[in-house]
Protein backbone atom coordinates (compact mmCIF):
# COMPACT_ATOMS: atom_id res chain seq x y z
CA UNK A 1 0.00 0.00 0.00
CA UNK A 2 0.79 3.56 -0.87
CA UNK A 3 2.52 5.91 1.93
CA UNK A 4 -0.22 7.94 3.66
CA UNK A 5 0.35 11.61 3.11
CA UNK A 6 -1.47 14.51 4.60
CA UNK A 7 -3.19 16.72 1.83
CA UNK A 8 -5.99 19.30 1.61
CA UNK A 9 -6.24 22.68 2.68
CA UNK A 10 -5.80 25.49 5.09
CA UNK A 11 -7.78 26.97 7.27
CA UNK A 12 -8.26 30.01 4.73
CA UNK A 13 -9.32 27.94 2.02
CA UNK A 14 -6.39 28.38 0.01
CA UNK A 15 -4.49 25.19 -1.07
CA UNK A 16 -1.22 23.69 0.67
CA UNK A 17 1.48 21.13 -0.63
CA UNK A 18 1.28 18.34 1.76
CA UNK A 19 0.31 19.44 5.29
CA UNK A 20 -3.06 21.10 5.45
CA UNK A 21 -6.68 20.41 5.71
CA UNK A 22 -10.37 21.01 3.92
CA UNK A 23 -12.35 23.70 5.84
CA UNK A 24 -15.49 22.69 6.91
CA UNK A 25 -18.32 24.82 8.76
CA UNK A 26 -22.40 24.77 8.97
CA UNK A 27 -24.23 27.24 7.87
CA UNK A 28 -26.15 28.84 11.03
CA UNK A 29 -28.90 29.97 8.52
CA UNK A 30 -29.60 26.87 6.61
CA UNK A 31 -31.52 23.81 7.59
CA UNK A 32 -29.53 21.60 5.60
CA UNK A 33 -26.47 22.95 7.33
CA UNK A 34 -24.17 23.23 4.08
CA UNK A 35 -23.71 25.69 2.08
CA UNK A 36 -21.04 25.28 -0.44
CA UNK A 37 -19.45 22.15 1.56
CA UNK A 38 -18.67 24.70 4.48
CA UNK A 39 -20.36 23.86 7.71
CA UNK A 40 -20.15 26.48 10.73
CA UNK A 41 -20.44 25.21 14.34
CA UNK A 42 -21.33 27.60 17.08
CA UNK A 43 -18.99 30.40 15.51
CA UNK A 44 -15.91 27.98 15.47
CA UNK A 45 -13.95 26.64 12.48
CA UNK A 46 -13.52 23.43 12.04
CA UNK A 47 -11.53 21.53 9.11
CA UNK A 48 -11.77 18.02 7.94
CA UNK A 49 -8.63 16.01 7.76
CA UNK A 50 -7.99 14.20 4.78
CA UNK A 51 -5.52 12.47 3.52
CA UNK A 52 -4.08 10.89 0.05
CA UNK A 53 -3.72 7.58 0.36
CA UNK A 54 -2.21 6.82 -3.68
CA UNK A 55 -3.09 5.89 -7.02
CA UNK A 56 -5.07 3.18 -7.52
CA UNK A 57 -6.37 1.15 -10.68
CA UNK A 58 -9.49 0.73 -11.43
CA UNK A 59 -11.72 -2.05 -13.50
CA UNK A 60 -15.31 -2.41 -15.53
CA UNK A 61 -16.62 -2.85 -12.02
CA UNK A 62 -15.58 0.32 -10.40
CA UNK A 63 -13.82 -0.10 -6.89
CA UNK A 64 -15.72 2.25 -5.41
CA UNK A 65 -19.67 1.68 -4.52
CA UNK A 66 -20.76 5.24 -5.10
CA UNK A 67 -20.18 7.96 -7.74
CA UNK A 68 -21.33 11.60 -6.62
CA UNK A 69 -22.88 13.95 -9.22
CA UNK A 70 -20.51 17.03 -9.39
CA UNK A 71 -19.84 18.59 -11.99
CA UNK A 72 -16.65 19.02 -13.67
CA UNK A 73 -15.99 22.85 -13.43
CA UNK A 74 -16.41 22.58 -9.51
CA UNK A 75 -14.58 18.97 -9.18
CA UNK A 76 -11.65 19.25 -6.67
CA UNK A 77 -10.30 17.12 -3.96
CA UNK A 78 -11.82 19.72 -1.40
CA UNK A 79 -15.32 19.08 -3.31
CA UNK A 80 -15.43 15.45 -3.94
CA UNK A 81 -13.92 14.95 0.27
CA UNK A 82 -17.03 17.30 1.62
CA UNK A 83 -19.33 15.46 -0.26
CA UNK A 84 -18.44 11.99 0.22
CA UNK A 85 -18.19 12.97 4.41
CA UNK A 86 -21.93 14.52 4.27
CA UNK A 87 -22.52 11.18 2.91
CA UNK A 88 -20.78 9.56 5.78
CA UNK A 89 -18.51 7.71 3.37
CA UNK A 90 -14.31 7.08 4.85
CA UNK A 91 -12.74 7.14 1.69
CA UNK A 92 -13.50 9.39 -1.73
CA UNK A 93 -11.86 8.92 -5.31
CA UNK A 94 -11.44 11.09 -8.08
CA UNK A 95 -10.77 9.23 -11.17
CA UNK A 96 -9.56 11.33 -14.76
CA UNK A 97 -10.76 14.54 -13.15
CA UNK A 98 -14.26 13.58 -13.91
CA UNK A 99 -15.20 11.51 -11.64
CA UNK A 100 -15.98 11.58 -7.88
CA UNK A 101 -16.67 8.41 -5.99
CA UNK A 102 -17.38 7.31 -2.41
CA UNK A 103 -16.63 4.23 -0.77
CA UNK A 104 -16.26 2.33 2.87
CA UNK A 105 -13.24 0.21 1.34
CA UNK A 106 -10.97 0.41 -2.13
CA UNK A 107 -7.92 -1.52 -3.64
CA UNK A 108 -9.79 -4.55 -5.17
CA UNK A 109 -7.48 -3.62 -8.43
CA UNK A 110 -4.18 -2.86 -6.66
CA UNK A 111 -2.15 -0.19 -6.56
CA UNK A 112 -1.06 1.49 -10.23
CA UNK A 113 2.48 0.86 -11.28
CA UNK A 114 3.27 4.53 -11.86
CA UNK A 115 2.36 7.18 -9.18
CA UNK A 116 2.69 9.82 -12.25
CA UNK A 117 -0.71 8.24 -13.71
CA UNK A 118 -2.84 9.87 -10.97
CA UNK A 119 -1.39 13.50 -11.98
CA UNK A 120 -4.63 14.67 -13.77
CA UNK A 121 -5.67 17.84 -12.99
CA UNK A 122 -8.90 19.25 -11.68
CA UNK A 123 -10.48 22.49 -12.89
CA UNK A 124 -11.74 23.34 -9.59
CA UNK A 125 -8.39 22.32 -7.82
CA UNK A 126 -4.80 23.76 -7.26
CA UNK A 127 -1.76 22.94 -9.54
CA UNK A 128 -0.74 20.35 -6.79
CA UNK A 129 -3.75 18.17 -6.50
CA UNK A 130 -4.22 14.63 -7.70
CA UNK A 131 -7.50 13.59 -9.12
CA UNK A 132 -6.40 10.63 -10.74
CA UNK A 133 -6.21 9.40 -14.49
CA UNK A 134 -7.66 6.96 -17.05
CA UNK A 135 -8.63 4.15 -15.03
CA UNK A 136 -7.10 5.28 -11.77
CA UNK A 137 -8.41 6.42 -8.79
CA UNK A 138 -6.30 9.40 -6.87
CA UNK A 139 -7.85 7.95 -3.08
CA UNK A 140 -8.24 10.10 -0.35
CA UNK A 141 -8.79 9.23 3.48
CA UNK A 142 -12.08 11.14 5.28
CA UNK A 143 -10.45 11.39 8.82
CA UNK A 144 -12.26 13.33 11.70
CA UNK A 145 -13.56 16.90 12.06
CA UNK A 146 -11.18 19.04 13.77
CA UNK A 147 -12.02 22.24 15.95
Not at 90 to 97: C, E, G, V
Amino acid sequence: MAATKKVGFDCTGHYGSVNSYLRVSRHPYKQSNRVNNHFFTDDKRTVLDVRYKGCYRDGFVSDFETMIPVKREYLGVQSCTGECHLKGYPFAAIQDAKFCMCSRQYGRYGVAEDENACMTQCIAGSENEKCGGPWKNAVYEIGELIT
